[in-house]
């Protein structure tokens, strides 16, 4: 039978970047001392099987996080660490990454290390057992008890693609893990972990017959063949405006809203949307709209953003991480934590901001400030050498140019006209989704139902002009379509 050959990625450290057949390196003068690895398997949770929802993050932990055939677990860990060097997985929808990096000097024993794990795993139940403890505890205790704001935004997606693929968190549900063996782990290894499925990415300064030999080591041991790609419908439009109320005991309340978008990364009105992104809630941003008009005019919360991609972890980092391409994309917003009784009037002056930009669009002066700071901002996106090899495999997934070549020819040439029709023809401010955790849900609902105008409580009262802008804000229509109230302590369960 004719073996597939893998698509390797080599990036040096000018970022250069060959996929080829063969695969190929750059002279090796001028390298990093470091080599980095990043092997991505174009599988994730969209692959569990129905029921066997968890199983991709699984399998990953396992490998990742577990023994081989030779060492079990705690020998990996100290043979790892003289390497200064640990192997870390990530899991989401539709992309599995290995990701690692070693001095070139101890290149070999940690990729000995690191082949073993990934190609060669021991399948231990004792490993098995601890690593499906630990996914249960991060969604109930991390995820679901100890972070509203993460919660809130992760809920959002679960409301959006229910009964689709992407409708359960890529760590599973506790059902699901409970149920989960280790038969089932090892299944879905053979059916996803194969030739024609995975991409070797490698950065820095590592030797031509390295290369050739990583290469060999995963045609030979991968299993010939290319899982079938899962099929994705279109999610089912919000009917008005979607509410799922999450019941916590917590002081204030996290606001996650949005709505499905047909542009990703390949889309001709990407990089429009991504200036329109940044303009209204880019991520840590205080210059941003919405950070400027609830947080520093009103003084409602921390930070006020908005995403055309998926951004996890948001609270704990400054830009986003690489390798979480998705077929399908939402645009959201995210209002951090509000007190209880400023809830709503900050949910309807999102709204109200929302519709306001879809019917007026940008100004030429905000259009061309927001141009400018991207063509800085991209460069920031990729600085180390696991992040632009991180970016490249993307670019690879979604068949575009090396991401900051092609971010910045696009700004190059879009005009203000480009983002206001993109703002047009992908935005809107009803049927669309709203998640809220709160404590008081049962008053909460009896208010949006009501229609009752909503009163914004200050601490030190705004500037006049903020204050008479209220008066309008305040009774923003909610076009309510339905409200769901859900027990914090359901979330992830099934």
């Known amino acids: 039978m004719k073996r597939k050959v893998l698509a390797v990625l080599v990036i040096s450290v000018s970022c250069a970047l060959l996929f080829a057949a063969q695969p190929e390196t750059l002279p090796l003068s001028n390298k990093s001392p470091l080599v980095t690895f990043r092997v991505l ?42 390497l200064a060097a640990s192997v870390a997985a990530q899991v989401d929808k539709e992309m599995t990454v290995f990701e690692g990096t070693a001095h070139q000097e101890r290149l070999e024993d940690y990729y000995a290390i690191l082949r073993s794990m990934l190609l060669d795993p021991g399948w231990r139940e004792d490993d098995f057992r601890r690593l499906k403890a630990e996914t249960i505890n991060f969604l109930r205790i991390q995820l679901r008890s100890n972070n509203e704001e993460e919660l809130g935004k992760e809920v959002l997606y679960l409301q959006i693609y229910n009964g689709h693929p992407y409708g359960h968190h890529s760590a599973g549900t506790v059902s699901s893990l409970n149920a989960l063996t280790l038969e089932d782990v090892k299944a879905f290894y053979k059916a996803n972990y194969q030739r024609g499925n995975a991409v070797l990415g490698l950065a820095g300064g590592y030797p031509e017959s390295f290369l050739k030999k990583l290469e060999s080591d995963f045609s030979q041991q991968l299993p010939d063949g290319t899982p079938q790609q899962v099929a994705l419908p279109e999610p089912k439009p919000a009917d008005k405006i979607r509410f ?32 329109m992104e940044s303009y209204l809630g880019e991520h840590r941003s205080s210059k941003s ?42 645009f959201q917003i995210w209002i951090r934590p509000v007190e209880a009784d400023n809830s709503l009037f900050a949910l309807r002056i999102a709204l109200y901001e929302l519709n306001k930009l879809i019917e007026k669009g940008m100004s030429q002066e905000a259009f ?56 047009g023809r992908h935005l809107r401010s009803t049927n669309l989704d709203v998640v809220m955790i709160a404590k008081d849900t049962a008053g909460l609902k009896k208010a949006i139902e009501s229609g009752a105008a909503s009163s914004p409580r200050y601490v030190t009262p705004p500037p006049k002009d903020v204050l008479d802008e209220d008066k309008t804000v305040r009774s923003y229509k909610l076009d309510v379509g339905s409200i769901e109230i859900v027990p914090g302590d359901s979330v992830f369960e099934k």
């Open 244 to 275: 799922r109320l999450i019941q916590k005991e917590t002081r204030s309340t996290a606001i996650s809203l949005g709505f499905p978008i047909a542009v990703t990364r390949s889309h001709p009105d990407w990089v429009a949307l991504r200036v």
């Open 368 to 423: 061309d400030s927001t141009r400018t700071f991207l063509l800085k901002q991209v460069n920031l996106l990729a600085q180390t050498q696991t992040e632009q090899l991180g970016f490249e495999l993307d670019s690879k997934f979604y068949g575009i140019p090396s991401f900051k070549a092609y971010v910045r020819d696009k700004l190059a040439k879009l005009t203000l006209s480009d983002v206001n029709g993109a703002i």
């Open 41 to 82: 398997f174009k599988a994730g949770s969209v692959n569990d099987p129905p029921g066997k929802e968890g199983v991709a993050a699984l399998t990953a932990a396992m490998l990742s996080r577990g023994g081989t055939r030779e060492k079990p677990y705690d020998q990996i860990v100290k043979a790892l660490f003289p």
């Open 289 to 330: 709209y919405l950070f400027q008009r609830i947080r520093e005019e009103r003084g409602m919360n921390y930070g006020d953003y908005a995403y055309i991609e998926y951004f996890p972890r948001g609270m704990f980092q400054f830009t986003p991480d690489p390798n979480l391409g998705r077929r399908q994309q939402i």
